[in-house]
């Protein structure tokens, strides 16, 4: 038997160590709510006001956000591995943050602004036909991820690490900041880098490690080793 708490409301509730598989959720105001150690099964979470929500420690494991609206909501060391974000807004000054959070096998819309990835796991993710803009994702880990056809403006990668990823005909123009992003065993085909901040593509550490091919690199602040010796 499942809970019912379609239409209901629970403004400024703080729920903890809550498990949601045996309720059905459609159209509930959780405005200002905490989930504190709370459990979302893999449904379809329809028209959920998830404004102001905050999320610690939580999974959302497989859960499909429908035209759900996330204003403000900033998740802490949540786990939303193969959620689907694709019918809700995620730009628009939303100010959503997903901080130390598991993102792997997230599907996202076409169309992302001013979200706060720091720290988040996306490794192996896939990401096509994105675009990305005044996003962080300073420290994440975007390792093996293949990233395809991307445009991001004025996104933050410092310190993220990049190794072994596939970037691909992708845009990282308009000031993206690449202070300390980690590039290992990386593919790195068909990209501009024009205006970017900060990039560099070899070290020490990493010297003949990466395969570049057809990039654009115009009044980029940019520092190679030798590519060669």
């Known amino acids: 038997n499942k809970c019912l708490l379609d239409f209901s409301t629970f403004q400024s509730t703080c729920f903890e160590f809550v498990d949601f598989s045996n309720c ?45 609206n996330l204003d403000k909501m900033n998740s802490i060391q949540t786990n939303f591995c193969g959620c689907d974000f694709t019918q809700s807004n995620l730009e628009n000054d939303l100010n959503i943050k997903f901080i130390e959070c598991k993102l792997m096998r997230i599907k996202l819309p076409s169309r992302i602004s001013n979200i706060d990835f720091s720290k988040s796991d996306f490794q192996s993710q896939h990401f096509s036909n994105i675009n990305f803009s005044s996003c962080n994702f300073s420290s994440c880990n975007l390792s093996q991820t293949n990233l395809t056809s991307c445009n991001f403006n004025y996104c933050n990668f410092s310190s993220t690490n990049l190794s072994q990823a596939n970037l691909i005909s992708c845009n990282f123009s308009n000031c993206c900041e690449f202070k300390g992003a980690i590039f290992y065993q990386t593919n790195i085909k068909e990209n501009k880098f024009e205006s970017a901040q900060n990039l560099s593509l070899y070290c020490d550490k990493c010297r003949n490690s990466c395969f570049l091919d057809g990039d654009i690199y115009n009044n980029s602040d940019k520092k190679y080793y030798n590519l060669f010796n």
């Open 24 to 68: 059905q959720l459609n159209q509930i105001n959780f405005t200002s709510s905490i989930f504190n150690q709370c459990k979302f099964p893999p449904i379809d979470l329809n028209e959920i006001n998830f404004t102001n929500c905050q999320f610690k420690n939580s999974e959302l494991i497989g859960c499909k956000f429908i035209n759900c």
